[in-house]
C-alpha cells in the first residue's frame, strides 16, 4: 500500500515545529526516524493532513554528560545511542537493549523521542527509561514541560503528548555507584518485538541491596515497574530464596495479552523467567563493582 496524500513541511527549527503544529490542530503529524510511522501511513492505519519533519532542525541529536545525568537530544538516533561510550560507561543496561531494538537499517533511521512517543507495548526504549527514571522535555505551543517517563506512558501507544507537543530531550540519571544491571530478552528472531523483556539495576552496600529497580515490557499495554518486587530485595542479599518471592512478585503484577505469538501464560512465566536473570546478573555485577 501507498501512504495517503498528505502535506509536507520541513521544519528548521522547535518554534517552526510546534507553530505548524498548533496551526494544524491535531491534523498534523510529527515524522522522526519514520520507522513506525511510515508504515502505519502505508498501512492507512494514520491520515494526518500535514507531516512535520524534524530531521532538518540542527541541535536536537546529542548525548551529552553532565556530573549526574545523560541528556540525550530527542532525535538521536538508535545506533548513536548503541555506539556511544558515554552511554556504555554510564548506563550500560541502555547499551545493551539497543542491541535488540530492530535491524541495524533500522536502528540507523529511529529515534528515541519517536520510540518513546510511539510507545509500542513491547519496546525496549520506553522500559529502559521508566526502569533508568528518565525524564522527557517537551515544547509545545503553551511552552516547555518536563514530565516523567512513568507519567508519559499512559497506555498502549498512547502517550502525555498534546497535538503541538514536540519531544526535545530524555535525561537520564547516572547510574549510582556500586550499582550492577541486567536486561534479558526473547524475541522470535533476532531484531523482533520483544515476546518479552526484563531489565534490573540493584545498587549494593556492604553485601546488601540499598536500591533495586525492575521493569518488564511485552507483558501489558506499556512497559512496567515492579515495585512489589523492588520492595522485597531492598535491605537483604539476593539468595535463591528472595530471588523466587522477586520472580512471583513480577509474574502477580502483571497481565499479558494472548496473541498469535505467544499465550499470556506463556509470557507471564517468561518474565519471570526473564526477570530473574536480570537481576542475577545485576547482582553479579553490584558485587564486582563493590570488590
Ligand atoms: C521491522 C521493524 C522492526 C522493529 N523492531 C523494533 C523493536 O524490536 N523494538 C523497538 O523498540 N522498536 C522496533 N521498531 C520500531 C523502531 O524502533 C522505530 O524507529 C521507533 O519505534 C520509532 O522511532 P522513529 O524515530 O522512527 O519515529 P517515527 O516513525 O518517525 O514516529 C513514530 C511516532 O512518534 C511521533 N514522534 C516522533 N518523534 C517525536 C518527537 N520528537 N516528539 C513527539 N512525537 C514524536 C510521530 O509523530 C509518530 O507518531 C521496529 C520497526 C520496524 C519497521
Redesign the pocket.
Known amino acids: 500500500m501507498k501512504p495517503p496524500v498528505f502535506d509536507y513541511i520541513a521544519a528548521t527549527s522547535v518554534d517552526m515545529a510546534v507553530a505548524a503544529l498548533a496551526e494544524a490542530r491535531g491534523e498534523a503529524?510529527?515524522?522522526?526516524?519514520?520507522?513506525?510511522?511510515?508504515?502505519m501511513l502505508n498501512f492507512r492505519l494514520l491520515h494526518p493532513a500535514i507531516l512535520v519533519d524534524?530531521n532538518r532542525i540542527s541541535g536536537l541529536a546529542y548525548i551529552e554528560e553532565t556530573a549526574a545525568e545523560i541528556r540525550v537530544g530527542?532525535l538521536t538516533r538508535?545506533y548513536q545511542l548503541e555506539t556511544s561510550a558515554v552511554i556504555a560507561r554510564h548506563l550500560p543496561v541502555l547499551s545493551a537493549a539497543m542491541t535488540?531494538?530492530?535491524h541495524l537499517a533500522?536502528r540507523n533511521?529511529?529515534?528515541i523521542?519517536?520510540?518513546l512517543?510511539?510507545a509500542?507495548p513491547a519496546?525496549?526504549?520506553p522500559m529502559i527509561a521508566i526502569l533508568l527514571d528518565a525524564k522527557l522535555h517537551i515544547a509545545s505551543a503553551s511552552g516547555k514541560r518536563t514530565v516523567a517517563a512513568r507519567d508519559f506512558l499512559l497506555d498502549a501507544m498512547t502517550v502525555d503528548?498534546a497535538d503541538s507537543?514536540?519531544?526535545t530531550e530524555i535525561v537520564l540519571p547516572k547510574l549510582p555507584p556500586r550499582t550492577g544491571w541486567g536486561f534479558e530478552e526473547v524475541a522470535r528472531r533476532h531484531?523482533?518485538?520483544a515476546l518479552a523483556a526484563a531489565a534490573a539495576t540493584l545498587t549494593v552496600s556492604d553485601g546488601i541491596i540499598t536500591q533495586a529497580r525492575v521493569a518488564v515490557t511485552g507483558v501489558g499495554p506499556t512497559a512496567l515497574r515492579v515495585g512489589g518486587a523492588e520492595a522485597l530485595l531492598i535491605g537483604r542479599a539476593l539468595e535463591q530464596s528472595l530471588m523466587s518471592r522477586a520472580i512471583g512478585a513480577v509474574r502477580a503484577a502483571i497481565t499479558p495479552e494472548t496473541d498469535l505469538h505467544a499465550s499470556s501464560d506463556y509470557r507471564r512465566h517468561l518474565a519471570g523467567v526473564l526477570a530473574g536473570r536480570a537481576l542475577s546478573a545485576a547482582w553479579r555485577r553490584a558485587l564486582a563493582c563493590a570488590a
Request: no cysteine; glycine share 16%; net charge negative.
Open positions: 503529524k510529527i515524522i522522526a526516524g519514520g520507522q513506525s510511522l511510515v508504515p524534524i530527542a538508535h535488540h531494538v530492530a533500522i533511521r529511529g529515534t523521542g519517536g520510540s512517543s510511539h509500542d519496546a525496549e526504549l503528548l507537543d514536540i519531544v531484531g523482533d518485538f
